[in-house]
């Protein structure tokens, strides 16, 4: 069975533009989460959507948004970047919500200059 | 509110067993987990525990849970240079989030 996949790997974008990472969630499974990963934040809980609805919410400002398509796969999107928005970002799978396991993908490397 | 502390750094012998703590404090945790990383990649799923558990042993791995004391535990067996990483324990208390701890680096030395 493969993994959770993230594309694209490594992003580099300029302040002031979006970006739209994806995240493919492992066969069967409808959990999809997000987090942000920084050297001086650690890892930090961005949003969690199960079955198209966002079910939870992490402490981010607005111009973090996500969603999730009827196939489980989601996508997350930061308007207006800025440069602390640099960081790995990590999609997590789970089969529904109160499922044990949670699984990560290789994650997506953005990088704003 | 949710916090999860873990100490930074480990050093230990290859062959040797490697104890890596962690701390929460949310009693409502329903899952606690560790995951491991390696540079540049993501975070492994090693091993998680039910609050309702004490212990669980998988492998190489034992992980043992006080909940009175809402203290959290690794236990590597026979360690070996493969396992340096970075070890994150992490709670999960309402829906599917992780509040995640700092990391303990873990170095094996040959």
């Known amino acids: 069975k493969a993994g959770v996949t993230q594309t694209p790997r490594y992003l580099i974008k300029t302040r002031g533009q979006q970006v739209t990472l994806s995240c493919s969630p492992i066969s069967g499974h409808r959990s999809v989460s997000w987090y942000q990963q920084t050297p001086g934040q650690g890892l930090q809980f961005l949003f969690e959507y199960f079955s198209e609805t966002q079910r939870n919410k992490g402490n981010f400002p607005g111009r973090f948004s996500g969603r999730q398509f009827s196939n489980s796969r989601s996508e997350m999107n930061v308007s207006t970047l800025e440069l602390g928005d640099s960081a790995l970002y990590l999609c997590?799978?789970?089969?529904?919500?109160?499922?044990?396991?949670?699984?990560f993908g290789p994650g997506t490397r953005l990088t704003v200059t | 509110g949710e916090d999860v502390e873990q100490s930074l750094f480990l050093s230990v012998r290859e062959g040797d067993s490697s104890v890596i703590n962690c701390t929460y404090t949310d009693s409502s945790s329903t899952y606690l987990y560790w995951y491991k990383q390696e540079p540049g990649a993501g975070l492994q799923l090693l091993t998680y525990i039910f609050s309702n558990m004490d212990m669980k042993q998988d492998q190489r791995l034992t992980v043992l849970l006080n909940k009175k004391d809402k203290h959290l535990s690794l236990r590597i067996a026979d360690t070996q240079t493969g396992d340096s990483a970075i070890y994150f324990c992490?709670?999960?208390?309402?829906?599917?989030?992780?509040?995640f701890g700092g990391g303990t680096r873990v170095l094996v030395k040959p």
């Open positions: 992490a709670e999960r208390a309402a829906g599917n989030k992780l509040t």
């Open positions: 997590a799978s789970s089969l529904n919500q109160g499922a044990g396991e949670q699984y």
